[in-house]
C-alpha cells in the first residue's frame, strides 16, 4: 500500500488513499497516536486532510510520521439504523433518471432498497456523508446552486445525503425529508453520527419514526457577567453579526472554525480596549450600524475606517476618530458611516459582550446557521464585566491598506491539491489574468470571473475530500469559487490552489468589483511513500 502527500497549503497537506476503509483505517490510527504538530483532521471518501502548525512539524516530517503509522488498529464502526422519510419530488430526479437510463421509480426503487452507513460528516454541521450507494452512481451538477433548502436529498458520486439547512451545493437533488439533520435544542445535535445505519423510504407509502441519538455530556456555554452597560442597534445596516476566535477542532463535528473574516482587525480592536485579542466583537459589512449607549463604556474601530459620529444625550455631536479608544457615555449614538475602503469594520467594547456562546463560541457562522443571529433594530448587547484586563493601547494608526473597489490586490497562493488535474495553460490563465470578485461573494466564498476559464485534464468525477480557507475550488463551469471563514468542511470539486495563511485577512476586506492577480508561491509537487507494513 501507498501513500499519495498532497500540499494544501502551507499549513495543511492531504493524504490520498485507495478508498474509504483505508482512509477511514488511518483515521483511527492517527487519532490513536496523533504526531507532533497535527491540530485537526478531515476525513473523507479516499483523502485525509491534515491540519498542522508549521513552527512545531514540516509538509516531510509530517507525511514520514503519518506513512508510520499502523494501520491494523481500527474503531469497531457500529450505530443504530435511523429510517429517513423522503418525498421524492427533487428537480433533479428526471435528470439523475436520465444520467442512469433508468426510470425515476427505478431510482426510487433504487434509493430505497439498502442501507447507508454514515462514514464521515463534513460540509456543515449535521451533513453526513452516506456511503452505500454503488447502484446511483452519478455526478455533481457543473455548476453549484446558491441555494438549497434544508431537507433536501441528494446524490453525488457514490455517496447520498440531507442537507442539514439552506446551503449552497452541487448535488443532485432527489427529493425532501421533513426531519431535521441538525438541532441544537437537542442533547445530540446531528441526527446521524458516524457508524450510524441510515435506511430512506418513500414517504408515500409507508410511515416511519426516529429514535434520537442517545444523549452525550454537552459543555456548558454561559453568559459572562451583565455589567448593565449595553448596546441597543437602532439600525444594524447590511450585515453585522458577533464574532470572535471561531470554533477550531470542532471538524469531527462537522464544524468549521468560522470566526472574524479578518482576524488582524479584530485582535487590534481588541488591544485598543485592553481585552485578550479573541474577545468577540462587532464584525460590520459597510458601516451603517447606528447604537445608543445604556451605560459607560469603552469602544474602538479597527479594520475597514468608516467615520465615527457620536450624538450625545444633549444634542452635542461630534466626529471620533477609528483606531483609538473612545469613551462612551450614558444616552449616547454612535453612527458608523460608509468605510473609505475595505469591507468589514469591527468593533471591540472593553469587557466584550455579555452573550451566551454557542458550542464554546459567539462566532456566527452563516453557512452552518450556528451562533447569535444577526443583529437588527431593537437588539440588545449587554456588555460584560471588565475582568483581568489590560491596558488600552492608545492608537493602531498602523492599521494595513486596505481595497477599494476596482482596485488589484495581490493574494500568494500555494500550489495544490489537485493543480495536476488541470492544464498547464490553466494554471498559467490562475496566475496571470485578473479576477473580478462578482455580487455573489460573502463570507462562506468569493466567486470569482474571468475570461479566460480554468480547463481540466482530468475530467472524472472527485470524490469528496477537506477543504480549507483560501482553497481556490473550480467547478466545471472553469470560474472559481475561493473558499472564505464559512466554507464547507468538504467539497466535491477539484481545488488548483491555495491563498496562503498570511492573506487570509486580506481576503475578508476584498470588496465586490475589486480584482484579484494571483501570484504563486510555491510549485506544485505531490510525495508517495509507501505505508506501514502493519497496514491492514
Known amino acids: 500500500m501507498m501513500m499519495r502527500f498532497l500540499p494544501v497549503n502551507l499549513n495543511a497537506l492531504l493524504v490520498e488513499l485507495r478508498d474509504l476503509n483505508e482512509t477511514l483505517s488511518l483515521f483511527d490510527a492517527l487519532r490513536y497516536t496523533t504526531p507532533d504538530g497535527v491540530e485537526e483532521m478531515i476525513p473523507a471518501a479516499r483523502t485525509l486532510l491534515v491540519r498542522f502548525n508549521p513552527h512545531t512539524t514540516s509538509f516531510a516530517r509530517l507525511a514520514q510520521a503519518i506513512a508510520g503509522c499502523d494501520l491494523g488498529r481500527s474503531d469497531t464502526r457500529q450505530g443504530e439504523r435511523v429510517m429517513i422519510p423522503v418525498d421524492y419530488q427533487g428537480e433533479d430526479l428526471p435528470q439523475v433518471a436520465e444520467l442512469l437510463g433508468i426510470s425515476v421509480s427505478e431510482v426510487i426503487a433504487r434509493h430505497t432498497g439498502n442501507d447507508y452507513m454514515v462514514a464521515f460528516t463534513g460540509f456543515a454541521p449535521g451533513f453526513a456523508y452516506l456511503s452505500g450507494g454503488e447502484n446511483l452512481n452519478v455526478p455533481r451538477r457543473s455548476s453549484p446552486r446558491p441555494r438549497i433548502p434544508a431537507g433536501a436529498v441528494a446524490l453525488a458520486g457514490l455517496f447520498s445525503g440531507v442537507y442539514p439547512q439552506e446551503s449552497p451545493g452541487g448535488w443532485q437533488l432527489i427529493g425532501t425529508t421533513p426531519l431535521k439533520m441538525w438541532d441544537l435544542a437537542r442533547d445530540v445535535p446531528a441526527l446521524l ?96 450600524l447606528v447604537f445608543r449607549v445604556e451605560g459607560h463604556t469603552v469602544m474602538a474601530l479597527a479594520g475597514a475606517p468608516c467615520p465615527v459620529t457620536i450624538t450625545r444625550a444633549d444634542g452635542a455631536v461630534w466626529q471620533a476618530r477609528p483606531f483609538t479608544p473612545i469613551a462612551l457615555d450614558d444616552g449616547d449614538t454612535v453612527t458608523l458611516g460608509i468605510p473609505s475602503s475595505g469591507v468589514r469594520s469591527y468593533l471591540a467594547v472593553r469587557g466584550g459582550f455579555a452573550v451566551t456562546p454557542v458550542m464554546g463560541s459567539l462566532a456566527t457562522d452563516t453557512l452552518a446557521r450556528l451562533g447569535p443571529e444577526p443583529l ?37 497562493v500555494v500550489a495544490g491539491p489537485r493543480t495536476d488535474w488541470f492544464t498547464d495553460e490553466a494554471w498559467q490563465a490562475l496566475t496571470e489574468q485578473e479576477w473580478l470578485v462578482t455580487l455573489l461573494s460573502d463570507r462562506i466564498g468569493l466567486r470569482l470571473q474571468a475570461d479566460t476559464p480554468l480547463a481540466r485534464t482530468v475530467l472524472h468525477e472527485l470524490p469528496s475530500e477537506g477543504t480549507c480557507a483560501g482553497s481556490i475550488q473550480v467547478p466545471p463551469n472553469g470560474q472559481p469559487v475561493l473558499f472564505a471563514v464559512d466554507h464547507p468542511l468538504t467539497g466535491g470539486y477539484p481545488v488548483i490552489g491555495c491563498v496562503a495563511a498570511y492573506h487570509l485577512d486580506l481576503l475578508g476586506q476584498l470588496p465586490v468589483n475589486a480584482r484579484i492577480r494571483f501570484r504563486a508561491v510555491t510549485s506544485f509537487s505531490a510525495l508517495t511513500l509507501p505505508a506501514d507494513a502493519g497496514a491492514a
Open 193 to 288: 453520527q458516524p457508524g450510524s445505519r441510515v435506511a430512506f423510504c418513500d414517504n408515500r407509502r409507508r410511515p416511519v419514526s426516529v429514535r434520537r441519538p442517545d444523549a452525550l455530556p454537552a459543555a456548558a456555554d454561559n453568559p459572562p457577567l451583565d455589567t448593565g452597560c449595553a448596546l441597543v442597534v437602532k439600525t444594524a445596516g447590511l450585515q453585522t453579526l458577533l464574532q470572535d476566535a471561531g470554533r477550531p477542532g470542532l471538524a469531527g463535528q462537522g464544524i468549521s472554525a468560522s470566526g472574524a473574516m479578518d482576524k488582524g482587525a479584530m485582535r487590534r480592536a481588541n488591544r485598543l480596549v485592553g481585552n485578550a485579542p479573541g474577545t468577540a466583537v462587532l464584525e460590520i459589512v459597510q458601516g451603517g
Open 376 to 412: 437588527r433594530a431593537g437588539t440588545r448587547l449587554p456588555v460584560s464585566a471588565p475582568e483581568r484586563l489590560t491596558a488600552v493601547e492608545l492608537s493602531a494608526e498602523g492599521d494595513v491598506t486596505l481595497p477599494v473597489a476596482g482596485e488589484t490586490v495581490t493574494l500568494d
